[in-house]
């Protein structure tokens, strides 16, 4: 099996619950892409280096197939890939949640979250000006959640708490880019504009625009590393 870096996997200590410590610990492997997509899933090797026996580590792999980091092909187990397919799915699905949280908060944000979230844009601004995108990143599902924890939905809410593992495994297979992290800002500056509008359904109009845009930028990213010519 091929990692980014072969001492992510380590022995795992003996605690009660230790099919949990092993699913945890194999998950955040494929979300930091540390176990890389497409990969072969070989069960026996992946029980050896965590120094477990296979009982625990068959109930972590059923876990990690029904929430689709892990996928079965002609008999054998991989990692599940990441292709320009899965991606638009994936963000289609996350906007058509997120909007309607959008539309469903609308109103309902005080100045003060407003202004708490807009203060940090100036300094994530001067962060990418030095080619650093991880104030960004850290800052991004905060920010979304300015509107998603006002919807009043709590599926809605269950939902894209579940989505946002695979789209953070799905970023870290993206990089960090930096022309793409301001374009993610200024849509974060619109999104705030729309917030402060009158006009109704401005903000869900925002939300939508904002997270199409980063599917389809990803995805032209994943499409054009597939074929060979992605930029690094």
Same mark, same amino acid.
């Given at each position: ?41 070989? $069960?026996?090797? *992946?029980?050896?280096?965590? #120094?477990?026996? %296979?009982?625990?580590?068959?109930? =972590?792999?059923?876990? @990690? !197939?029904? $929430?689709?980091? *892990?996928?079965?092909?002609? #008999?054998?187990? %991989?990692?599940?890939?990441?292709? =320009?397919?899965?991606? @638009? !799915? ?143």
């Amino acid at each position: 099996m091929t990692l980014t870096n072969e001492s992510a996997i380590q022995p795992l200590a003996r605690p009660e619950l230790i099919s949990d410590q092993t699913y945890e610990s194999i998950r955040q492997l494929i979300i930091s892409c540390q176990l890389q997509p497409g990969v072969p899933f070989v $069960e026996a090797d *992946i029980a050896r280096r965590l #120094g477990i026996s %296979r009982s625990p580590l068959r109930e =972590a792999v059923r876990r @990690l !197939e029904e $929430e689709g980091f *892990i996928e079965t092909q002609d #008999g054998r187990r %991989r990692v599940a890939p990441i292709t =320009a397919e899965k991606v @638009l !799915e994936l963000y289609e699905f996350r906007c058509v949640l997120e909007k309607f949280a959008a539309d469903r908060s609308e109103g309902l944000i005080s100045l003060k979250d407003i202004e708490r979230v807009s203060s940090k844009f100036d300094q994530l601004a001067a962060e990418l000006d030095r080619r650093n995108v991880q104030p960004f990143n850290d800052a991004d599902f905060e920010f979304h959640q300015l509107f998603i924890g006002r919807c009043g939905n709590r599926l809605i809410v269950g939902q894209l708490a579940k989505l946002e593992s695979q789209l953070k495994r799905v970023m870290n297979f993206f990089g960090k880019r930096v022309g793409h992290t301001k374009l993610a800002l200024q849509e974060h500056l619109e999104i705030v504009e729309a917030i402060r509008s009158p006009k109704p359904g401005a903000l869900a109009k925002a939300v939508e625009r904002h997270i199409l845009a980063v599917g389809h930028r990803v995805s032209e990213f994943v499409r054009e590393k597939q074929t060979g010519i992605a930029p690094d």
